[in-house]
């Protein structure tokens, strides 16, 4: 069993106060996760990132089609809290995910709920935060620390969980660039170092850049799949759906639009600049 | 500026009341509040006096900050006092002049009940500038946790006030903001007559309502997220553990107690 996430034409829709569905949020999504992959989902507000997200870990359940995570169905509640710890969530605003006034005490928040044993609690607590770099902080409160010093305290709190897979949604979106770099390096540190999973929901295109897949959703569907320099060389279709493409990839495209011969997979800046000397060779 | 506001007033250190087990901190309390009620002599005060400055002398926080936790106190404290003090008619008549008329009985309520207050709150503030709000909240849950048995929600309540302890700086900060925000906007908050004012309290106090809201909501799916259900079966990353310092501190503390009880029989 290689693929983490199975899922198999998932419908959504919420329900009002009166438990009537309304309309639907999530119409027919399948999507396959390989163990250890880095996934990036984009798509614009409204478009759904989120509630997928929530049926990852069972905050949500299918209305209908099915989603196994690490062999687990969603749908099978007794399994619930195996299911959430092997696939930890971490939330946009780090402020209301941080439940303790005592950085440690937070990260140990999840294995006290599992009812882990002291000892074994106070060496996954100090690994995780030394995983991520903030073992000096861990008698601080967490009104004290920078946005994105938090949002590492809250990826402690999962990666001490020992998840297979951690899903993020918007991680980076309230913070500042010296935030956002602390905490993509660490995401992207427990991919390489730990082999976890990640499903990374953003709203920034060089975040997606770096993945090793992107899906791109709109409207409740799953749009574009592939691999991000695939993706992002379909400028017009990534446009068509009111998403940007990094500024390398459109330049690229601009370029080839006007007659130039660009290869199509360029990302980064470096790439960019190294294709149009060749231009000029 | 609000973000200047302590609650708790808790003091850190490492003297060896900071170090006692909050546990027995919150026992040893209880014992010296009823030490100070046990008789109404000049004797038993002393023994609460004695036994109130041994413990601020150990606590490691300055006498300074145990007078301003009475201070604002004190006038009304005295105003009841002299108020008791010459309306009071009870017991064997200590001194009478025209119509002023002093009993044993004033006495007893005014002067000494007003040293027993003092003392009460300089005593009980030990051991809230000893011991943080959130190790007094997991205390506190672990002396009851024996009324689980009898269904009171003692982990909900502990939660709820642990929770509470962890919001009050966001809150506060986000107060902050939006009086700044609304004062940007022409709100008179600092301002106008009390009316205005008032109501421009609402342009505050909602967008707070609001907001709280919405977190409490996101807060609660991270807590599912992170297996959270309930007290059942939960391990805790703090350890509470009483060393022989404990045992002596309350040892020290019933000696007093006794002390006191003793006192009184004999001079009544
Ligand atoms: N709790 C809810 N009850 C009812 N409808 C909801 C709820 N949450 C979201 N929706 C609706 O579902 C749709 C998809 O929302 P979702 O939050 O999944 O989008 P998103 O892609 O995460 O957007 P964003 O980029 O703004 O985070 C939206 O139309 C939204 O209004
Ligand atoms: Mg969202």
Request: contains cysteine; proline residues 4%.
């Amino acid at each position: 069993m290689d693929n983490i996430i199975e899922i198999n034409d998932l419908h959504f829709s919420y329900r009002d106060e009166n438990g009537n569905p309304g309309a639907e949020v999530l119409k027919g999504v399948s999507l396959t996760v390989r163990r250890g992959e880095f996934l990036a989902v984009l798509g614009h507000n409204g478009s759904g990132k989120s509630t997928l997200a929530k049926h990852l870990n069972a905050i949500l359940t299918p209305t209908s089609g099915k989603v196994i995570v690490d062999g687990i169905d969603t749908s099978d509640e007794s399994k619930l809290f195996d299911l959430r710890q092997r696939a930890g969530m971490v939330f946009q605003n780090p402020d209301n995910q941080i439940v303790s006034s005592i950085v440690e005490e937070d990260v140990a928040f999840a294995l006290e709920n599992l009812g882990v044993p002291y000892e074994e609690m106070r060496r996954r607590v100090d690994e995780s935060l030394k995983a991520v770099n903030m073992y000096d902080y861990r008698l601080h409160s967490p009104s004290q620390l920078s946005g994105g010093q938090k949002q590492r305290i809250a990826i402690a709190g999962i990666i001490a969980m020992q998840p297979d897979c951690i899903i993020l949604d918007e991680p980076t979106a309230m913070l500042d660039p010296q935030g956002r770099r602390e905490v993509m390096a660490t995401i992207h540190r427990m991919n390489r170092e730990k082999g976890i999973t990640i499903v990374l929901i953003t709203h920034y295109m060089d975040e997606a850049a770096q993945c090793d897949r992107v899906v791109v959703m709109d409207k409740g569907s799953v749009v574009l799949d592939d691999t991000p320099a695939k993706v992002f060389s379909q400028v017009e279709k990534v446009k068509a759906i009111g998403l940007d493409v990094p500024q390398a990839a459109e330049l690229a495209w601009e370029l080839r639009k006007a007659g130039y011969d660009m290869p199509e997979d360029i990302l980064t800046e470096q790439e960019c600049a190294q294709a149009i000397m060749k231009l000029f060779a | 500026m609000l973000k200047d506001i302590t609650i708790g007033q808790f003091f850190p250190g490492d003297s060896l009341v900071h170090r006692l087990d909050p546990r027995f901190k919150i026992v040893i309390t209880i014992i010296f509040i009823m030490m100070l009620f046990t008789g109404s002599n000049v004797i038993c005060l002393i023994v609460g006096g004695v036994y109130t400055l041994l413990a601020i002398t150990l606590s490691g926080v300055p006498f300074k900050m145990y007078w301003k936790s009475v201070k604002p106190l004190l006038p009304f404290l005295l105003i009841t006092a002299v108020l008791n003090l010459f309306l009071v008619d009870s017991g064997d008549t200590l001194l009478k002049w025209k119509f002023i008329k002093i009993t044993e009985g004033g006495i007893d309520i005014s002067v000494f009940m007003m040293i027993r207050i003092v003392l009460l709150i300089m005593g009980s503030s030990v051991l809230t500038y000893t011991t943080s709000p959130i190790t007094l909240t997991d205390a506190v849950e672990r002396l009851l946790s024996p009324l689980k048995k009898l269904k009171f929600p003692v982990h909900e309540l502990a939660m709820m006030m642990s929770i509470a302890l962890r919001f009050i700086p966001t809150l506060i900060e986000e107060t902050d903001k939006i009086m700044s925000a609304q004062k940007a906007r022409g709100a008179e908050i600092d301002t106008g007559s009390f009316m205005t004012r008032a109501r421009n309290m609402a342009a505050i106090m909602i967008p707070l309502f609001v907001s709280a809201f919405r977190r409490a909501d996101e807060l609660a799916t991270a807590m599912e997220c992170r297996c959270y259900n309930g007290g059942e079966g939960r391990t805790r990353l703090r350890q509470l553990r009483s060393s022989g310092m404990d045992y002596i501190a309350l040892g020290v503390t019933i000696v007093f107690y006794i002390a006191a009880i003793v006192v009184a029989k004999i001079t009544v």
